[in-house]
T-cell receptor
Framework: KQEVTQIPAALSVPEGENLVLNCSFT??????LQWFRQDPGKGLTSLLL?????REQTSGRLNASLDKSSGRSTLYIAASQPGDSATYLC????????????FGKGTKLSVKP | NAGVMQNPRHLVRRRGQEARLRCSPM?????VYWYRQLPEEGLKFMVY????????ESGMPKERFSAEFPKEGPSILRIQQVVRGDSAAYFC???????????FGSGTQLSVL
């Protein structure tokens, strides 16, 4: 059974720092992996989607990497800003499912001005 | 192009009542997914539907829960005889196919008194 783990559960950094959020999974047979942002009381915003054949994706200050062999993905945020404060969720679609995503519990990020 | 629309945003029910949660997917999207987020937990898959068909309901409780996505109108998640343990945020997502990125709504917060 596929399990997705995100460490740390919470992270607090000063504004301007570069940071890395981690996501690990137990079964490397994944179809794709998606990083989301969730703001309190709101829905999820998709940030980056990495197909299983890709190694990384970039959007602005965000870079997501995927290493299937080690069962890991990282989300790199450059020059963090207070507006980046949110919960970041990692979710993957494994090779055995038809459409559903398996989510980690998220990392709650707080960027202090 | 409006995003995924969920209503109501907040729903309060007493134990034993019925709860109906609605989801209108993005225009052009024929795949709908329902997820539940319990306090301090990650999102858990419930059901995956296409128009008039349930594709995967492996995450749905066997009793009291049902979902539909009719030819016309929104997808409905129905919970009969609600109990306090049903209190959670229910999120709907849609995609244009079963392999593409998912777009999430803002969720319905169900509170059972």
């Amino acid at each position: 059974k596929q399990e997705v783990t995100q460490i740390p559960a919470a992270l607090s950094v000063p504004e301007g720092e570069n940071l890395v959020l981690n996501c690990s999974f137990t079964d490397s047979a994944i179809y794709n992996l998606q990083w989301f942002r969730q703001d309190p009381g709101k829905g999820l915003t998709s940030l980056l989607l990495i197909q299983s054949s890709q190694r990384e994706q970039t959007s602005g200050r965000l870079n997501a990497s995927l290493d299937k062999s080690s069962g890991r993905s990282t989300l790199y945020i450059a020059a963090s800003q207070p507006g980046d404060s949110a919960t970041y969720l990692c979710a993957l679609r494994d090779g055995g499912s038809q459409g559903n995503l398996i989510f980690g519990k998220g990392t709650k990020l707080s960027v202090k001005p | 192009n409006a995003g995924v629309m969920q209503n109501p945003r907040h729903l309060v029910r007493r134990r034993g009542q019925e709860a109906r949660l609605r989801c209108s997917p993005m225009k052009g999207h024929s795949h709908v997914y329902w997820y539940r987020q319990l306090p301090e937990e990650g999102l858990k898959f419930m059901v995956y539907l296409q128009k008039e068909n349930i594709i995967d309901e492996s995450g749905m409780p066997k009793e009291r829960f049902s979902a539909e996505f009719p030819k016309e109108g929104p997808s409905i998640l129905r919970i009969q005889q609600v109990v306090r343990g049903d209190s959670a945020a229910y999120f709907c997502a849609s995609s244009p196919s079963d392999t593409r990125k998912l777009f999430f709504g803002s969720g319905t917060q169900l509170s059972v008194l």
